[in-house]
Structure formats: C-alpha cells, structure tokens
C-alpha cells in the first residue's frame, strides 16, 4: 500500500479511500496508492509553504544545486529499481524503464548545476539611476503529470522548479504514481528539507483540480490533454495564476524526395512506436513526397510488419498501453478508419506470450490519409502512424501546418536551403532536420505553439518560466 508523500513522511488520505494499481502487461491490480482529497492537497500546500518560508528560501542556489546533484547521484544508484517499478506500473519495456530512470538523472544532473547561474541584469536608464532585475522564484508550484512519462516529466518540472527556487506539490496520474513516490523518497534520504517535495496521488478531477484551483499554489505546470488543459488554466484564471501547458502534438515527419531513406526509416518508425506511441512529440503524421511515397511505404510496411508487441518484462519493440480506456481509445481510431475507408499498410504482430488481458495494441501504419480525417488531426497517442502523400515544398508546409496542434517537426532533406526554409514556415516548438529527437534532451528548450500550449520546458529556458522577474530602481543622484 503506498501512501502520499507530504513533509518527508507517508501520509494516508483523508477520504480513507485507495485505488487499485494495474499492471498493463497484465491488466492484474499489484498494490493501491491513496486516494487523495482536497484536504490532502491543502495538508500538502500547507508543508511546502513552510518550507520555503522556514528553510529553503534561505538556502543559497549553490546549496541548492548540490541538493540536486546528490539526488541525480541517489537516483543513478537506485536507476535498476527505479526502472523496474516503472516497468510493472506502466508497461515500459526495459530499455524504455531504463532510459527514463537515466533521464530523470540528467533533468536533475542539469538543472543541479544551473541553479548558481540564473541571474538578472542590469539596465540603461536615465541619468542618476541604477536599475536591474533580480529573477525570484514564484513561490508554491504545483505540477500535474501525465501517466506516459512520469520520471521524465517529473525531472524537467521538478527539477527546473526547484533549482529556480520553489517549492513544489506534485500530482502524478493516478496510473503511474510509484517511481515518483519513490523519487520523493530518496530526495528525503538526500537532505532536501521537509515540504520541498509532496506528493498527492488520486484522479484527475479531485486532486488534481483541486491543486490548481488552490489559493496557496503561485504556478502550475501541466502536461496532458488539451481538453484539461482548458480546466486547468480556467481554474488558473480565477486567481490570474500562471500556468506553463504542454498538450501533445500531431507532429509531422516530413520526407523529401531527396532524403537519406536509410535514416529516415528507422527513426520515423522509432518515432511513433516509442513508449507504445504514448508519447507527446510522437512523429503520428508521415508526409512524403509524391515521387517516393509507394518505394517508402513499402519499406516501411515491412518494418512495421516485423515489431513485435508483449509484456514490458519481454522488452520487445513495443509495451503494453496503459489502460483499458486507452486501448479502447486506439481502436475507436482505428475502427473510424476502416470506416473511412482508409488502406491499412501493415501492422506488428503481439505475441503469445502476452496475457489477453493485457492492454496490447500492434502498431499500425495507415495511408492516404485526409488532412481533415481525425486520424490526421487529433493524438492517437498509441502506436498508429498516417501517412499522406505531398507534391512540393509548399505543399508540405500547408500540410504540416493544417492541425491545432504545433509541439515538434520532423525534415528530411539534402537541400540546406530548403531545410531553412522548412523549418522557418512551419509552426512548432522544435524542429528537427535530419533526425527526430521524440522530445529532444534534457538541454533543449521544449514547448508547443498553437493548441500543443504554451511556456517552455527542459533547457535553461524553463528556468525563466519557474521564476517571475522584479525590477529595482535605485534614485543615487
Ligand atoms: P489527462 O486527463 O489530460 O491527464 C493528464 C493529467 O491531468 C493526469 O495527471 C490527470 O490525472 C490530470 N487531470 C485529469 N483531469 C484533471 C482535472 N480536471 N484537473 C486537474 N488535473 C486533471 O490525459 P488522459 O485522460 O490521461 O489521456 C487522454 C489523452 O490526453 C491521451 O490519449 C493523449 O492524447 C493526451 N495526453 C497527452 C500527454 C502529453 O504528454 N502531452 C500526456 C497524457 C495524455 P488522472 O490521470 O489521475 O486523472
Ligand atoms: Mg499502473
């Protein structure tokens, strides 16, 4: 039985209430985490306010930083278990499991030494004065996180947040709340005071609307759906409190004739079936150019036909989904498809060896999809890939750009004029020419256009949005 975590110590909920913890390769309950109330959030507010009144606004951003550098050394130590909670409470595959445990100790490793290094400026003004800026944290933030990646989300809104100096109240989905809890853990053994971190697990709409609408919460990240994401910042808006949004993409790869198709192929395909494509930069749209779209779905197709799906302990190319819902979500698409009439080119293979009652999903790879199909236009966010053909370079930017959604792109070309030019017209926070980064490291500024949100994650830049920026004149004569 796991329990919130709130100043450093376990802590059961108020509604006395647990909700049950599926493994998706199984779809069998293993364990129950609390099932959280407002009063929980308010306990959990209530800790971290103390903390940064009594102790960590008054650490130095070096103490700070090495706070951090010891968790990202705590958490590289405890990487193996760390993956292998991961893999039972969401289905990863292990080199996923293990990947996002190494990740979490780069967010923490980066933002660790970044700390000592956030500073303002100081600005020309009229004579007799000396101005500048002093870049102050925003005080009690809260952070919602999705169920796709929880360590990685964690480290780049955590771990950003607190070397800008907050405090912070994390919400997990209610599907992938162990690693965390288990993070908050070791950070405690690390010395980070009581009340830095806290964690309340339960749903969505209980806890994590009653984390944003908290009076006592001075920022909220959040990472998920674009329809909470409107909850969310309504609820924000009450209190003109600042929100940083990221809400997923329908990120296109884009393929030019003229392209390295030995790249192209197993990146494209790595891009959508990563993580089961559960994941908010997925490369879901494939645009390529009329003179190459049969030789390269015809390549692709037998890709496709060679991935194997199964239990996460079995590491094969793809995981389990997961939940049921989500599964049934992947279908709905996939059945609206057929009904559309749109061909099928190939899809994976789950094999025996996974439970039926695991939440399995073959990836699939669609053709000649219309730009105003669903299938082109809203996240699957499993592992299905459209694909429709373009004739020129206007062609492709009109398509790239005919969703709400703006997070990541993906060009293929030699022509470095075009690349520029490429990546100049079409709207997206990232670009990538020649590779496909699913989301870009842990240096690299991260944040949508458009309905993908707005605000920056990852990078130096995210450290801007965790702080709020004061201006001070001094009158000397
Ligand atoms: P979601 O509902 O947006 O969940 C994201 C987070 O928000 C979770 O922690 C969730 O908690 C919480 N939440 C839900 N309702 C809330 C509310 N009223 N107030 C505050 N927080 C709330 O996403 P989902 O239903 O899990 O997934 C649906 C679709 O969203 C996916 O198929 C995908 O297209 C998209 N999605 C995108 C991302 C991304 O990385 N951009 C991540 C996840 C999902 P609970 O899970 O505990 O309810
Ligand atoms: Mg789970």
Redesign the pocket.
Known sequence: MQHHFIANAPARSASERTIPVIDPSDGEPFDAIQRGTADDIDAAVHAARQCLDSVWSRLSAAERGRLLMRLAAKVAEHGEELAAIEQRDCGKPTRQARADAQALVRYFEFYAGACDKLHGETLPYQEGYAVFTWREPHGVTGH??????PMQ?FGRSVGGALAAGNVCVV?????ACLSLLRVAQLAAECGFPAGAINIVT????E???A??RHPGIDHIS????????T??QQ?AAERHCPVTL????KSPQIVFEDADLEAVLPTVVNAIVQNAG???SAGSRLLVQESIYEPLLERLGEAFAALRVGPAGLDLDVGPL?RA??QQ?VWDFLSDAQHAGIPMVAQGQVVEEAPQSGFYQAPTLLRDVPVTHRLAQ?????PVLAAMPFKDEAHAVQLANATRFGLVTGIWTRDGGRQLRMARHVKSGQVFINNYGAGGGVELPFGGVKSSGYGREKGFEALYGFTTLKTVAIRHG
């Open positions: 919602v996180i999705p169920w796709n990646y989300i919400k997990p989905s209610e599907d339960g749903y969505g709409h806890v994590g609307d984390l944003a959040f990472t998920g759906s674009p329809r909470v994401g909850l969310i609820a990221e809400l997923g993409g559960q994941t908010c997961i819902s989500q979500r809203e996240e699957v966010f499993g």
